[in-house]
């Protein structure tokens, strides 16, 4: 039996990618000054094949038959060798970042007011309606 609903464990994942990307970001601020630093950002990979693929369940026949479920997080960490900003090899421009912070933050906020939502639900569900 499955306790939460898939919007649960969708908000569940979207909270992993926004902490991720928080990191990710407050690092290269923390770089800003550090010779040959390159920027870093986080990127979805395939998001919507992985959904389509994870949602299909195929049968298997032969034991070389690729499996479509996988355990692959659909976001990866790259690096961003292709711009200079400083002239010691650093390719940080703080203030992308500092806008990429305050958005993933509204993001992180908006998630957390949704599954905040999701669970007074589940509060009254349990309370009886009152």
Do not use: C, W
């Amino acid at each position: 039996m499955k306790l939460f609903d898939q919007t649960v464990n969708t908000l569940e994942r979207s909270l992993d990618y926004s902490a991720l990307k928080n990191n990710v970001i407050t690092n290269n601020i923390a770089n800003v000054d550090t010779p040959n630093y390159k920027s870093k950002k986080v990127e979805f990979k395939n998001v919507l094949n992985e959904a389509l693929h994870n949602q299909i369940e195929a049968k298997i026949t032969h034991p070389k038959h690729i499996p479509f479920k996988t355990d692959r997080t659909p976001f990866q960490i790259v690096t961003n060798h292709h711009h200079m900003y400083n002239h010691n090899g650093n390719n940080v421009d703080i203030d992308k970042e500092m806008s990429e912070l305050a958005k993933n933050q509204i993001y992180y906020r908006g998630l957390i007011d949704r599954i905040n939502g999701k669970f007074s639900t589940l509060q009254t569900v349990i309370r009886g309606g009152r």
